[in-house]
């Protein structure tokens, strides 16, 4: 008989863990599995209606739901609401985590326990690379209050591996795809190109800063990689290992815009707004992703002109309707 998996998704209503949820879905189609997805969040459509920050509502979740895998994904996940609000980014981010972990340990320590992390706890490291992909075993230096609530929780996570948690790590690169919110640079654009494309707005596109570098990835891609360390059988050689999710490449910010204008086949002029810019950035972001493929044999499969293609056209039917 095959194994019973019960996943347990923190954070399961967000954009990855909507796209997370589709891929446990298939899964279980795809190789009839004996699949359980429990999630947890603050929105009363969880499962269990849990506040992450609250120990003693963590240790309950954990206790009742008897998980053999945890992927957390609850965080403040926009950098500009963690900047904003950085008591509760650190409350939710590192906090939670560490309340999960901890009741993982107690109340489930077979479970295995996947922490998505951020790229963005690199930091300065991206600085030293000097452009070169960036492996894990490079420091962490964050440089803003959600890359360092990002690293403080995966040394947290990697820390407790020693004391038996079964952690894997990951550490996402910029991944998007339909359904993220325009807090993010590629739903931006795609938004005001869907309001030009459906003449409700005029031909004039709004940007931030555009010479940047960024690695970028599909979030179905991205979510694939945490189903198999969740479902698969090679993970367990993973535990207490850490993992970049990349594409090993950068692009600019400009090329992505250029491809956006070009799928929109739109005529606009840009303009830099500079509550847009964030101030000093780093210059290239890119990440080595051979331990991903080694661990698991994940390697991205979607093309970013796919990718783009279709945040436009999700952005073109919200708009139409």
């Not at 009742?64 to 963690?82: F, K, S």
């Not at 403080?152 to 795809?177: C, E, M, S, W």
């Not at 990718?307 to 056209?313: A, N």
Request: some cysteine.
């Amino acid at each position: 008989m095959p194994r019973e998996h019960r996943i347990l998704v923190t954070g399961a209503s967000g954009f990855v863990g909507s796209w997370l949820l589709r891929e446990l879905e298939s899964q279980r189609l795809k190789h009839g599995q004996r699949l359980s997805v429990l999630t947890a969040g603050q929105s009363d459509a969880s499962g269990w209606k849990t506040e992450i920050t609250d120990r003693g509502q963590v240790a309950n979740l954990v206790r009742e739901c008897r998980p053999t895998a945890i992927v957390h994904l609850a965080a403040i996940a926009a950098p500009g609401d963690a900047r904003k609000l950085p008591q509760r980014a650190w409350d939710v981010n590192l906090q939670g985590t560490m309340n999960l972990a901890y009741a993982a340990m107690e109340f489930a320590p077979e479970a295995r326990f996947i922490f998505v992390g951020s790229s963005e706890a690199y930091g300065a490291s991206f600085l030293d690379a000097a452009g070169e992909p960036i492996k894990e075993d490079a420091a962490l230096k964050p440089m803003s209050v959600y890359g360092a609530t990002k690293a403080a929780a995966d040394v947290l996570v990697g820390q407790l591996a020693y004391d038996g948690l079964k952690a894997i790590r990951f550490r996402p690169f910029n991944h998007t795809g339909p359904g993220q919110a325009v807090d993010y640079v590629v739903p931006a654009f795609a938004r005001q190109l869907a309001e030009i494309a459906a003449g409700k707005a005029e031909p004039r596109i709004s940007v931030g800063n555009l010479s940047a570098f960024r690695d970028f990835l599909d979030v179905r891609d991205v979510v694939r990689a945490y189903a198999e360390a969740a479902l698969g059988d090679r993970a367990c050689a993973a535990f207490g290992k850490v993992f970049n999710l990349s594409s090993g490449r950068s692009v600019q910010i400009q090329s992505i815009l250029d491809m956006l204008i070009e799928l929109s086949e739109a005529d606009v002029e840009i303009e830099v707004d500079p509550k847009r810019l964030r101030g000093p950035e780093i210059a290239i972001a890119a990440g080595d992703n051979k331990a991903a493929f080694d661990a698991f044999g994940w390697k991205p499969e979607i093309e970013l002109r796919q990718t783009l293609s279709d945040v436009l056209q999700d952005w073109k039917i919200r708009i139409a309707s």
